[in-house]
């Protein structure tokens, strides 16, 4: 196998690694949504401190998970455009 089609393996699994990221990341965003949800909720009915705390508290870990998922989904999406460019050439030059 030439060292081209090597290099496009190895990306494949960096991009498989990345799309379990992504998804195990946006399962906990969503997990995390649940929980924001809950916590504007009581903070909003209860109006006490504490739980006006817990839900700043509980909207910046949906933020933070909204932009890790979000750099996961960029990192992966860069990798698959690498791959695509590869594989053109790949393509091209077995065509030659």
């Not at 649940?34 to 009915?45: G, K, M, P, S, Y």
Request: net charge negative.
């Amino acid at each position: 196998m030439g060292q081209r089609a090597e290099r496009v393996l190895r990306i494949n699994d960096e991009i498989s690694a990345l799309r379990r990221d992504e998804y195990r990341a946006f399962e906990e965003l969503i997990m995390l949504g649940h929980l924001d949800d809950d916590a504007q909720r009581d903070a909003t009915v209860s109006e006490s401190p504490p739980d006006a705390h817990d839900a700043r508290e509980s909207a910046r870990d949906v933020a933070r998970m909204q932009r890790h998922v979000a750099d996961l989904r960029a990192a992966r999406e860069t990798l698959e455009r690498k791959r695509d460019r590869m594989m053109q050439k790949l393509t091209v030059s077995a065509a030659e």
